[in-house]
């Protein structure tokens, strides 16, 4: 991105290759290593708190609540400014100029790029169907289905609505991006670290969580 948030589109496409070309290593190899390097430190409670604070049900829920909250003071302020003007609308013009003002406050960013990350990453588990490291490693193979969740790996879902939430915070508010990033750099790496994931499911899961 640059300073004014637009998207150098040539590098995103460099971006893609490179994100293309670290999956695919790890699929063919380098996960296994990887993952078992982490798992060392899988132990810590710092990443089970992470996973339970940052995932999509929580983002969607909170996320949700922001924009409610603020569509309903939003709302509020219409009706009021109607009666101190005196005009006589009806509900639907309201309604108009509630969702005209609203649709363009942050918190409604935050919200679909939310959303938009858990609708992406679901579509993209159930055609992936990757089984999980966890189950790989312990060579307990459950019956394949693609709508469950031991084979949900790729990508991760915690990373991918993490980086979406919180790097969309980083563009509204510039001066917390570094503290947006290390943070959602940790919840992809704790993804790794409780077994729930391998290194590849993150990357994708960060790269489409950015994007």
């Known amino acids: 991105l640059m300073s004014d948030n637009k998207i150098m589109w040539r590098r995103l496409g460099y971006g893609t290759l490179v994100t293309g070309a670290l999956v695919l290593m790890g699929v063919c190899g380098l996960d296994i290593p990887v993952y078992t390097l982490c798992s060392y430190i899988g132990g810590w409670p710092i990443w089970a708190f992470l996973g339970n604070v940052f995932n999509a049900k929580v983002w969607l829920v909170v996320t949700t609540i922001v924009l409610l909250v603020y569509g309903i003071k939003r709302m509020l302020k219409t009706i009021e400014s109607i009666k101190n003007r005196q005009i006589d609308l009806s509900f639907s013009d309201i309604a108009k100029e509630t969702w005209n003002k609203t649709k363009n406050s942050n918190a409604f960013l935050i919200f679909s790029s939310v959303f938009c990350a858990c609708a992406s990453v679901w579509a993209l588990k159930i055609m992936f169907a990757r089984l ?26 915690h990373t991918t609505v993490t980086f979406a939430g919180l790097v969309m915070i980083g563009m509204l508010a510039p001066k917390f991006k570094p503290l947006t990033w290390t943070l959602a750099c940790l919840v992809g790496f704790s993804r790794i670290c409780i077994g729930a994931h391998w290194p590849s499911d993150v990357i994708l899961g960060a790269f489409v969580g950015m994007v």
């Open 132 to 157: 999980r490291p966890v189950f790989v490693m312990s060579g307990l193979t459950p019956e394949f289905n693609r709508f469950i969740w031991e084979w949900h790996s790729m990508p991760s879902g």
